[in-house]
């Protein structure tokens, strides 16, 4: 029993006075050592917080304040102007006793404001700098007088050694767009996909809009942006994340992939570590403007709790374990001992302590997870039983510092089958089998038993640019800082003082099983419908884009482009997701990537009597147009969080607005998304491909539509992640991922100088993909393309 073993540490005895409490030295000890540890976060944490505070300035910039005060006051100057006299006269005069103690206090006291005065005029200045986007705007390579005189003065207000959240006080918030364009440029964006007929119809809804109800809801989206951190984002956490009723599975959680496991979970604690010392210097874009951190901080110690009609997240300031599940039974692991962090040798040992543990799990306990791949507001009922039987087992698992799952299959690459082994490895990270992953946990680690790992990742409390940049940290230390022994074993030696691994007993009550049973069912449903596809292109890679003057992301949104009407033989709406993090607390913003200018590039491509020349002259016009929405979307003036943001309010207000109602109910049968490698420093990817990731991927936005994600593998790689429903008729991933690699060759070909070579891959539905265009001799000039998001 978990009692017995909590009460070896003292004795009690019965005296005819009553009880008396006897500890025992090394109980007395470990209540000391555990409340000094405690007390030093809570210091730690507080000095963190004054550094972020302060910054631009130090302490020490206090320091030289007051002591220049204090000389000038010896030097018989008053460089308060008389504020200091003033000061005097407010403080105890004691007697006429201690005047230079009051001169000192009435000098500190001045300096403080003083300063104080001046770090709020230094956020200020830096907020209003950093609130000019028009290096954004500008093309690669000219910089003009303005732009160049603005970084000029970031780099002076910016300050030296920033700490993770040093710029949160100095970044500007969103803007709300005017509602004008927000309606016109959603306009344009709807324009290639509607018919004449509904679009005349959606146009008069958004004139009928514009002359009623906008301007009531663009004066409530400006009061809250005047008043709160960021307009939009709260509400897109709550609207779109936690008040979903569907299952977490597939509809609210995306993997990442890597190759080894060992020193994983310590790699990811010093991560941990080092977020909670804010030691993770601050992304910058383009080396010079920073991007919001806020994000970061729910990365560990989080769990999504159900609730009935909504969610929330509940975010533990520590935590010293893990909870492990293997072959249907859960552990508590800890992390800590007496000595801090344990090393990657003792976690090794405390894992293959639970690998070689004999005990069965017990009845139910084995697919208890699935609860968490059920509707929200059927858990959230279900979860009072468990909690009320087994709370403490409950509170393990939700509490501990991330999930790990130690699964008894492989996974991963295998010569003999790479392409059906990848698809199966994106599946597994994805769904699983429905009943061994906690799908309410911020992340959960899944190591498999050949030693490869993934990350399985819920959504709601932050974007895939934060948990990509953890694992990048984490593979990299595990490989590169961590290693290990020449026996395969990680580092160091086990410690056989450890006690063994908590396992957690859940007394569940008898009417919950069937509700185990039922969540398991429709959770393998899901998983059984959903149909991954990985590949890895490495024709040419972000290397040859850039040589083509061109942004890499903008040139595989353009061949999807081409791709998905290969597959569907028409356009259709397409979401790209950018972040907008350039603004405190910004998420994320959606670039519509089907334009006007991607379609003509499309229609060229199908048309014989169209010339090389031709459609690479639409090319480059559909490029161009893709990069202004996307530096539009980072600058704050996108449309679709806006248009959200405006519905919201009109749901408040209980206001019937049915052109915003339209734009709500529109589908995405094509959800795209770079994962962008942030710290490719770290990695050699030519001398260890094995130790970088290769991306990630999440499920379909519609029913009969594709889930695209992309990542630049270095130069000269990118791989793809497609996802579609097995039950669409009109989906398949593996035929659209065929259409993709001849699209990016088809596309390829029009830059060849002189050759005047067509690779068409013709027919729909893949009758003709089958066509193989060969290698390509790419000779462009060298040149840097334009950065956008997708460097970052």
Partial sequence: MAEAHQAVGFRLSLTSDGAEVDLSAPMLQEIYLSGLRSWKRRLSRFWNNFLTGVYPASPLSWLFLFGAIQLSWFLQLDPSL?????????????????????????????????????????????????????????????????????????????????????????????????????????????????????????????????????????????????????????????????????????????????????????????????????????????????????QYEKIFNTTRIPGVQKDHIQHFCDSRHVAVFHCGRFFRVGTHSRNGLLSPRALEQQFQRILDDPSPACPHEEHLAALTTAPRGTWAQLRRSVKMQAAEALEAVEGAAFFVSLDSEPAGLTKEDPAASLDAYAHALLAGRGHDRWFDKSFTLIVFSNGKLGLSVEHSWADCPVSGHMWEFTLATECFQLGYSADGHCKGHPDPTLPQPQRLYWDLPDKIHPSISLALRGAKALSGNIDCHVFPFSHFGKSFIKRCHLSPDSFIQMALQLAHFWDRGQFCLTYESVMTRLFLEGRTETVRSCTREACNFVKAMEDDEKTDPQCLALFRVAVDKHQALLKAAMSGQGVDRHLFALYIVSR????????????????????????????????????????????????????????????????????????????SMKTDAHRLGQHIEDALLDVASLFQAGQGLRRRCRGLGGKDSGHKCGSLSLQTESSRAPTTSADF
């Fill in 82 to 294: 008389g504020l200091m006299e003033k000061i005097k006269e407010l403080l105890p005069d004691w007697g006429g006793q201690h005047h230079g103690l009051q001169v000192t206090l009435a000098a500190a006291l001045f300096a403080s404001c003083l300063w104080g005065t001046l770090i709020f005029t230094l956020h200020v200045a830096l907020r209003l700098l950093l609130s000019y986007h028009g290096w954004l705007l500008e093309p690669h390579g000219a910089m003009s007088s303005p732009t160049k005189t603005w970084l000029a003065l970031v780099r002076i207000f910016s300050g030296r050694h920033p700490m993770l959240f040093s710029y949160q006080c100095s970044l500007p918030r969103q803007p709300v767009p005017s509602v004008q364009e927000t309606v016109r440029k959603y306009l344009e964006s709807v324009r290639p996909v509607l018919s004449d007929e509904d679009f005349n119809r959606t146009a008069g809804l958004a004139q009928e809009f514009l002359r009623l109800q906008a301007s009531l809801l663009q004066w409530y989206l400006q009061l809250k942006s005047w008043w709160a951190s960021n307009y939009v984002s709260d509400w897109w956490e709550e609207f779109v994340y936690l008040r979903s009723r569907n299952s977490l599975m597939v509809n609210s959680n995306y993997y990442l992939m890597a190759a080894r496991a060992g020193n994983a979970v310590h790699a990811l604690l010093l991560y941990r570590q080092r977020l909670t010392r804010q030691e993770i210097p601050p992304t910058l874009l383009m080396e010079m403007r920073p991007l919001c951190s806020a």
């Fill in 652 to 727: 408040f207000l209980h206001l019937q607005s049915p052109f915003l109602a339209q734009v709500h109910s529109e589908q995405w049968q094509l959800a795209t998304s770079q994962i962008p490698v942030q710290q490719m420093h770290l990695f050699d990817i030519h001398n260890y491909p094995d130790y970088v990731s290769s991306g990630g991927g999440f499920g379909p936005a519609d029913d009969h539509g594709y889930g695209v994600s992309y990542v630049f593998m270095g130069d000269n790689m990118i791989t793809f992640h497609i996802s579609s429903k097995k039950s």
